[in-house]
């Protein structure tokens, strides 16, 4: 291939990460198959790699694409013949689709069709895994190679559960509906769980030898801005997008330069991005102004916010985020959010008042395995000097870590304490 080849094939890919997300919730109106929408998406990615490299990229790549596609789609419903009045509805709607108002056709659907396509790959008949495989897949447009990689696991094991998930998918064909009323409030919380927990494996990995995977977190973060404008009056996901925005700002500074961890307290807040700072206080701003209460997402950016909003860590409002924290753990109870509050109590009062409270939560079964509690408890044990107590606190967090770069700053930090 040449030099020029692989240029174009390149600009063609990225196009294709930006666009297929539409694409394929447009075609999911028409076809009400998700398998088929996506196949039907990527004969007009073929077609485009054909093409493109000889003819040169449109002015609208995105129009193109969408055209060539639902042409692809209309093609397939003739050939199959497919209830009479379903043929009809896309026989009257293929007229708007020209190549000359494509796009003013298309934008007044996008919004529909992008939160069809997200609650469909996250739709309560699927399992967790699958729903996080499926998302990765349609919205953010990764390849099943990249989403294994993202995960550790075997790249035929996400291609299992995306087939097995478009299967499922296919046999609930009501699902391609967007919910509305109260249908709506539920699914959205499981579809705001899924794209966090995507940025949170990016963000801080569970297991490997990576403590960050940035492309998995960006991919989450583009697909959280996506369902930002398609559900505007939502504030949890503005929230979501804000605190995603505000922690991605970080990602310069999140570890050295052998791959290290670098803890918040530790890190150069001038390789901060403040163009995702600004972006992040922007939503949460919104989420605000929507005047309803606010829920977990929104709490944790505002808590975010505190961090971006310091010029160094000794300036950050310790005291806010504790009662910030004492505010999330009323609307989201969780030993987890009690552990962070902790922190903060600390970090404002002393580390005795902490860890008066991280020993109450040892007692708490779901901690067991945490390997969060005893550093935590490690750190607060060296600040008060108690430094072999320590030690063994980091030794077992070690223990209990499955991230091979946070088990080296921990045994790290156990051996500084001797």
Not at 51 to 72: Q, V, Y
Not at 394 to 409: C, D, K
Request: hydrophobic content about 45%; proline content about 4%.
């Amino acid at each position: 291939m040449s030099t020029a080849a692989a240029g174009a094939a390149q600009r063609i890919e990225a196009i294709w990460r930006i666009e297929s997300a539409k694409i394929i919730g447009g075609l999911m109106r028409i076809v009400r198959d998700v398998a088929l929408a996506e196949d039907l998406a990527q004969d007009a990615l073929v077609i485009a790699l054909e093409k493109w490299p000889a003819a040169g990229i449109p002015d609208n790549p995105g129009a193109w694409l969408m055209t060539t596609a639902k042409r692809r789609a209309i093609d397939y419903l003739r050939r199959h013949k497919l209830r009479d009045e379903k043929y009809a509805e896309v026989g009257r709607s293929s007229m708007l689709y020209t190549e000359q108002d494509v796009e003013e056709a298309v934008d007044g659907e996008i919004r529909d069709d992008l939160l069809r396509l997200i609650f469909t790959t996250c739709h309560p008949c699927l399992s967790q895994d699958a729903r996080v495989a499926l998302t990765l897949r349609l919205l953010g447009g990764l390849t099943t190679g990249e989403i294994a990689r993202a995960f550790l696991v075997a790249e035929s094991t996400i291609a299992q559960r995306i087939v097995r998930a478009k299967k499922t998918l296919s046999a609930n064909r009501e699902s391609f509906d967007a919910p509305s009323g109260r249908e709506f409030r539920e699914r959205l919380d499981a579809v705001l769980e899924v794209i966090y927990l995507m940025f949170n494996e990016g963000y801080a990995a569970t297991s490997g030898g990576s403590w960050i995977r940035p492309l998995l977190s960006q991919e989450a973060l583009r697909i959280g801005r996506i369902l930002a404008a398609a559900a505007v009056e939502e504030p949890e996901v503005h929230g979501l997008v804000a605190l995603m925005e505000i922690q991605a700002s970080r990602f310069r500074s999140r570890i050295g330069s052998r791959g290290e961890p670098i803890l918040l307290m530790d890190q150069n807040r001038a390789l901060w991005d403040q163009l995702l700072v600004r972006r992040g206080l922007t939503a949460l701003e919104r989420a605000r102004s929507l005047g309803r209460p606010l829920g977990p997402y929104a709490l944790q950016a505002s808590i975010a916010a505190c961090h971006a909003q310091a010029r160094s860590a000794e300036e950050t409002d310790w005291a806010r985020i504790a009662a910030l924290y004492e505010a999330l753990s009323r609307v989201m109870p969780s030993p987890v959010v009690e552990l962070n509050r902790a922190v903060a109590i600390a970090m404002a009062f002393g580390p005795a008042f902490g860890l008066q409270l991280v020993d109450e939560l040892r007692k708490e079964p779901s901690l067991k395995e945490y390997h969060l509690l005893p550093s935590v408890r490690g750190d607060l044990l060296v600040k008060l000097g108690r430094l072999g107590e320590a030690r063994e606190e980091f030794e077992r967090a070690a223990m209990l870590t499955h991230n091979e770069r946070e088990q080296e700053l921990l045994l790290k930090r156990a051996a500084e304490c001797e």
